[in-house]
């Protein structure tokens, strides 16, 4: 179940719609595919496609900068998480784009909760709770989730992804 979650959640953020990512592979594959695609990555090719994302800021390089800062963020690399963050935000802000804006928080908070700062998880429910576009919700729950499995509440953890799922 989680799998199939993080599978259409980074199907979403490089760009594959999920009808079309559903019609044409199960999820299963999908999340194979995924991970071959990836593995066959550079993180040289990974900052470069982030930066071209940058430099032209459009819908399209706003998804393709959250997909790079989810990977970075996957792998601890925190400080370029932050950076391409800062990126994401600017390129939001100038594009007017509230949900991506919403997403640069989360994506801050996320961080601060990796790194273990006092404060992140308070800050990022309070965040959660305010969040009305879906794609912001999923992705706060999908925050929220890590935090509950870290608390050792696994069984809440995937009801709250499985609630998610149904929003995507």
Do not use: C
């Amino acid at each position: 179940m989680i799998r199939v979650v993080i599978a259409m959640a980074l199907a979403i953020a490089i760009g594959v719609s999920a009808p079309a990512a559903a019609a044409s592979a199960t999820p299963a594959q999908l999340a194979e595919r995924i991970e071959v695609r990836a593995a066959q990555s550079s993180f040289k090719d990974l900052t470069r496609f982030g930066d071209a994302a940058a430099a032209k800021p459009s819908a399209e390089s706003l998804r393709r900068l959250q997909h790079v800062i989810g990977i970075l963020r996957a792998q601890s690399e925190f400080e370029l998480a932050k950076a391409y963050n800062a990126k994401l935000a600017a390129a939001a802000e100038r594009l007017r784009s509230r949900r991506y804006a919403a997403i640069a928080e989360l994506n801050a908070l996320g961080v601060r909760y990796d790194e273990g700062e006092p404060g992140a998880t308070v800050a990022l429910r309070a965040a959660r709770a305010r969040q009305t576009d879906w794609y912001a919700q999923v992705t706060a729950d999908t925050l929220w989730a890590r935090v509950m499995i870290d608390e050792r509440d696994a069984g809440a953890s995937l009801r709250l992804l499985s609630a998610a799922e149904q929003k995507i």
